[in-house]
Nanobody, 128 residues
Framework: QVQLVESTGGLVQAGGSLRLSCAAS????????MGWFRQDPGKERMFVTT????????YYADSVKGRFTISRDSAKNTVYLQMNSLKPEDTAVYYC?????????????????????WGQGTQVTVSS
């Protein structure tokens, strides 16, 4: 089994920054993409960003483009989410995800059902 362990989120003021990490451990698997999603209570899980584990290419939701940065450390099996210029609307539970499948024709994985493994989720709250 694969485990994804996220760092603790937190409370930050609007305009501030926060960095999340997600460490993968357990069974070795072919990793195609790792990504971050977020979810508000009562709403569906929304795509935030993803990174091609092999090439390092990244893709972002329009709502976070220019403010968030995803990166990876292959040696540590860890993916990071650097969040800058945070806004109250960024408040959500953030989930790390990993995909072990190849989806032909998909340049980036932006749908939750393309991911096989999920972290436990971590709360990020941005106060105004």
């Amino acid at each position: 089994q694969v485990q994804l362990v996220e760092s603790t989120g937190g409370l930050v003021q609007a305009g501030g920054s926060l960095r999340l990490s997600c460490a993968a451990s357990g069974r070795t698997f072919g990793r195609f993409f790792m990504g971050w999603f977020r979810q508000d209570p009562g709403k569906e899980r929304m795509f935030v960003t993803t990174i091609n584990w092999s090439s390092g290419n990244t893709y972002y939701a329009d709502s976070v483009k220019g403010r968030f940065t995803i990166s990876r450390d292959s040696a540590k099996n860890t993916v990071y989410l650097q969040m800058n210029s945070l806004k109250p609307e960024d408040t959500a539970v953030y989930y790390c995800a990993a995909s072990g499948k190849a989806y032909l024709g998909a340049t980036y994985y932006t749908f939750s059902n393309q991911y096989d493994y999920w972290g436990q989720g971590t709360q990020v709250t941005v106060s105004s």
